[in-house]
Structures are given as C-alpha cells and as structure tokens.
C-alpha cells in the first residue's frame, strides 16, 4: 500500500515524524481525509483529534489548531499545540 510522509510540529519541536497510510484532520470547514498521492492543499485546522492510520493500527493526536498542507506526497501540521493519546 502507497505511504505518505507526516510531520506534526509545534513550537516546541517536533511531535510526530513518519510514513503513513491515511489522515482524518479537524478542518475548519469539518473533517479533511488525506491519503497518498493527494492534490496540493493547504487548510486551516480548528482544535480537534488528528487521526493517523498506518498498517491498520490508528493513532489519536490530540491538537490545538494550526495549518496543514499536503504537498509531494508530504503532510505538515503545524500545530499551535499537539499531544499524542
């Protein structure tokens, strides 16, 4: 299965780095799923549960707004803050 890159990062550093499989964000406008091969986008995130998927084991990072934008096959967050669930 095709893979994208994720980065998740806050002032304080980086919370999250690696491949995954798909992404549920909070948009401002309701949720965003992203999956590999995307079209470049780039959104605003309201405060909200990130939902990372990756060889069917899911993930909840919990954020506290921010931007997100998908270009060549990479997602950044940059969140205003961010804490793995």
């Known amino acids: 299965m ?5 980065e998740i990062v806050t002032a304080e550093g ?4 690696g491949e995954v499989d ?14 590999p091969n995307h079209a470049p986008l780039l959104t ?6 990130l939902q990372v998927t990756n060889n069917g084991n ?4 919990t ?3 921010g931007f997100l934008e998908m270009l060549a096959n990479t997602v950044t967050v940059l969140a205003d ?4 669930t």
């Open 2 to 6: 095709a893979t994208m890159k994720l």
């Open 14 to 17: 980086t919370v999250y780095s």
């Open 22 to 35: 798909s992404i549920v964000a909070p948009g401002d406008s309701g949720e965003l799923g992203i999956l």
């Open 44 to 49: 605003s995130l309201k405060s909200g549960n």
């Open 58 to 61: 899911r993930e909840i990072i």
């Open 63 to 65: 954020i506290g707004g």
């Open 81 to 84: 803050s961010a804490e793995l």
